[in-house]
């Protein structure tokens, strides 16, 4: 794949704790009760800390100020946006959309809840940043505002994943713009 991107290698020690947590996330939430897919779950929050972590620190290295929810153990109700910055001193909220590498690679697509589209638009960040995680190496490509997330999922099908035991809405990758991410990153006021 040779679409620009900004990348940031998180240690495997970090990529440990993570797993651990993970594990711990799962047990103490009851996802294995509910016949969820136990290890598909826990690697898919492994996934999210370490991209969240991965943009922690491209905004510490270019000092600009955040507001991060960090690891959040509870309901998706309490859980809050991923990012918060500011942009002309107004705070703006920022989700990561972590894919697999066949999402990027072969369909070219983000996937995104569906039950969230349907029920929650207002638990949805201002903006998206689509992003992979693979052996501690996180590469971030491109940006959506929620309209445009919105307007994609309007259009998008409705998709069922057995591997996540979930619905999905399914965006095409173009929709998320690596300039507006870059464009964005330069626009937020530092420390």
């Not at 704790?17 to 898919?44: L, M, P, T």
């Not at 070219?108 to 929650?120: G, L, M, N, Q, T």
Request: hydrophobic share 35%.
């Amino acid at each position: 794949m040779n679409d620009p991107f900004i990348e940031h290698h998180v240690p495997q020690d970090l990529l440990t704790f993570f797993q651990k947590q993970a594990e711990q996330k799962i047990e103490v939430e009851g996802w294995g009760k509910q016949g969820r897919n136990v290890d598909v779950k826990i690697q898919n929050f492994v996934h999210c800390w370490t991209t969240e972590e991965a943009f922690k620190q491209v905004l510490i290295k270019k000092g600009i100020w955040f507001r991060n929810r960090g690891l959040y153990f509870g309901d998706s109700q309490g859980a809050g946006a991923d990012f918060t910055v500011k942009i002309d001193s107004q705070e703006v909220t920022i989700g990561l959309r972590s894919v697999a590498p066949e999402s990027l690679e072969r369909w070219r697509s983000v996937a995104y809840p569906d039950d969230r589209f349907r029920e929650e638009q207002d638990k949805i960040a201002d903006h998206h940043i689509v992003c992979n995680h693979t052996d501690g190496f996180t590469k971030f490509y491109g940006i959506i505002s929620k309209q445009e997330l919105i307007t994609a999922m309007e259009q998008s099908k409705r998709l069922y994943s057995p591997k996540n035991q979930e619905h999905f809405r399914v965006i095409p990758l173009k929709e998320f713009s690596f300039d507006n991410l870059i464009r964005m990153i330069e626009q937020m006021e530092r420390v």
